[in-house]
């Protein structure tokens, strides 16, 4: 027998490991409660027990960043060599640039500026770049810049207000920008933020706070009492189309034919492209109509023209696909989903060897219109298996990268916020190799959505079985056998709504793997006479499984067991699956294009796509994505109620 001391080390040595990292938890916890009460002396203490951590940055940032303008410039540079490279070093220099802009602390600014990795465009970040551009005179990067961000329909931050004030003062923006601001704010639907534009044109007759507020409330009360002979009232009378085309385009068109002799042509046409972009949105027959009447196609907005060409889709009208396609800026054309209708397109055409071509460039990528293309120019071709598996050395490479260290421990404190920026800024420079090591890094300790982020970066190698996972198959194939469900189409959306955690949370409060309303849960639970059935049970992995996949199969059986519309279903209701179908039957592929919510309209793609990947990794079900999008048939009267089903 052996000695009692050595049955018990392994125990002894897991406890050692264990007391360190609660003590961690601990003391973060502590550190980022004392940040958010303002008591920064006790997060300095704390410092001295975090120091030497992976996470050793994370309080020393917090002090730093808490008192950014009082820092002193040598305790910021410290941060900033200590942890030079980290997402942390990074974030904190975007905030001493932020300010030392506001500060006009210039000199400064202009050292820091080239160390910052990325900004975005339109940011607090970026005006303070074109304020520094300002001071060294620097016009020509002011207009280049600093002008297209005023075209925007939504309010930027206070620190662009002189940028835009240098380039009026100059000339390179003038009263006619403003009105094409005012009109986009407008379409944007924002009347308050249309009224704060209207002193920079001195407060024009015909369009004020009140007016803008009246056609909000009431578009065909308010229009009989604009006034069609200034400029801002017919653009209060084009808000008012444009509002009510909203909700309903036939409303939107009584009120343009009853005051349509009173606004000159190009209004005229303005206002009919809005309402046939409404009308599009609305799946309504007579937006291309409406469209005809308007602009011309290069006139368009993106959006609009993106309609124009759904609407041509349905229609099955390929001559206006080809023409909303063409029209579109070389960039948008680049699009995996025009590309792949414009091949369409030359096809309808008889121009089979472009449309062939087209498809050939396609079929390479791993996406919904890539799998479509595949089929358009032949079998079914398989996407090859990776031949590459990460070796122990250089698994263990990658967990040595200190972006990795630091997300895992977080991701362990269940910082889940905190940890996926870390892990994502680690990916970024990363070979094939080095993401596939990672994402089977992420793979082993069950963090299985960064394991597929890190998955689909690879740009050659690529294996599969990591970018589309599937853990819990000995749940979930219980109950696809027990409904007759295909397991390839549960996980194909278990990936798009949870990404396979199992206590994801949507901001809508939809919850687990199936990301399963409350309501919804309660419902099923109902359904299938789950007895005694608790709330907060959805997040365990059997109970989400169980509920969703009746809830999936309800939905299928009462869409006439159509995948796709059951998909749409999933996310957005089945009333509202039922409403987008035309009056006559279509291709899957085109419903699916032109469903009106952009996040369904995605959703539906990614999951029918999946589907394909998962079927063939399990060897079962469809592989025919074309196959599987079926064809939708048309609006009947004869369907039965889908009674209470949320």
Request: charged share 25%.
């Amino acid at each position: 027998m052996k000695p009692l001391f050595t049955l018990l080390s392994p125990l002894l040595l897991s406890l050692m490991a264990l007391a360190p990292r609660a003590a961690l938890i601990d003391d973060m916890l502590k550190a980022r409660d004392y940040t958010r009460l303002g008591q920064l002396d006790k997060v300095a203490e704390l410092t001295a027990r975090t120091d030497g951590t992976a996470l050793e940055m994370y309080p020393r940032y917090w002090i730093i960043s808490s008192q950014i303008d009082q820092m002193p410039e040598s305790e910021l540079n410290f941060f900033l060599e200590r942890y030079a490279g980290s997402y942390l070093a990074e974030r904190l220099r975007g905030e001493w640039l932020k300010s030392l802009g506001k500060r006009g602390q210039w000199t400064l600014f202009e050292r820091e500026w080239p160390k910052l990795a990325s900004w975005e465009a339109g940011s607090e970040l970026h005006c303070y770049r074109l304020q520094f551009a300002l001071q060294r005179n620097d016009t020509r990067e002011v207009v280049r810049d600093g002008r297209p961000l005023w075209f925007s329909a939504r309010g930027l931050n206070e620190a662009c207000a002189p940028v835009f004030d240098a380039l009026f003062a100059n000339g390179s923006l003038q009263q006619d920008d403003v009105w094409k601001r005012i009109r986009l704010v407008l379409e944007a639907n924002n009347p308050d933020f249309a009224a704060q534009l209207l002193p920079r044109i001195g407060n024009p007759a015909g369009i004020d706070r009140k007016r803008l507020q009246a056609v909000a409330n009431n578009p065909a009360k308010a229009i009989n009492n604009l006034a069609f002979n200034s400029r801002g009232g017919r653009e209060a009378a084009l808000f008012a189309i444009n509002r009510a085309g909203r909700a309903d385009a036939d409303n939107g068109r009584n009120l343009l034919e009853k005051i349509v002799s009173h606004l000159p042509e190009a209004d005229r046409r303005y206002a009919w492209s809005r309402l046939g972009y409404h009308a599009a949105r609305q799946l309504r027959d007579e937006a291309l109509e409406y469209y005809q009447r308007g602009l011309n196609l290069q006139q368009l907005d993106d959006e609009s023209r993106d309609w124009f060409v759904r609407a041509a889709l349905r229609a099955g009208n390929w001559n206006l696909v080809a023409n909303g396609i063409d029209a579109m800026p070389a960039e948008k054309q680049k699009d995996a989903a025009w590309r792949y209708w414009r091949a369409r397109a030359f096809a309808q055409a008889g121009q089979v060897p472009e449309a062939n071509r087209r498809y050939a460039e396609l079929a390479g990528e791993h996406h919904f219109y890539g799998l479509l293309a595949r089929e358009e120019i032949g079998p079914m071709v398989e996407p090859s298996r990776a031949t590459y598996k990460p070796s122990t050395a250089e698994l263990q490479a990658i967990r040595q990268l200190s972006s990795v260290e630091r997300a895992l421990a977080l991701n362990n404190l269940e910082w889940r916020t905190e940890a996926i920026r870390e892990w994502n800024w680690g990916m970024r420079g990363l070979t094939d190799n080095q993401l596939l090591a990672a994402a089977e890094v992420a793979r082993q300790t069950r963090w299985y959505d960064r394991a597929i982020y890190s998955a689909e970066r690879t740009k050659d190698l690529h294996d599969f079985s990591l970018r589309f996972l599937a853990p819990y198959r000995e749940v979930t194939q219980v109950y696809a056998r027990q409904i007759d469900l295909d397991e390839a189409w549960i996980y194909g959306l278990i990936r798009q709504e949870s990404r396979f955690i199992s206590v994801a949370k949507s901001g809508v409060g939809a919850q687990g793997l199936m990301q399963l309303m409350p309501a919804t849960a309660t419902w099923v639970a109902k359904k299938i006479g789950m007895r005694n059935y608790n709330p907060a049970a959805v997040n365990e992995i059997g109970t989400n499984v169980q509920l969703g996949t009746y809830y999936l199969k309800h939905v299928l059986e009462s869409l006439g067991d159509q995948p796709v519309l059951a998909t749409a279903a999933y996310n957005a209701g089945p009333g509202r699956a039922r409403v987008w179908r035309s009056s006559r039957s279509m291709e899957g592929a085109i419903y699916a294009e032109s469903i009106p919510f952009a996040e369904t309209r995605d959703y539906v793609k990614k999951v029918m796509a999946n589907a394909i990947y998962y079927s063939q990794a399990f060897g079962q079900g469809e592989t025919s994505l074309k196959k599987r999008l079926g064809t939708v048939p048309g609006r009947s009267g004869t369907e039965a109620p889908l009674d209470d089903t949320p």
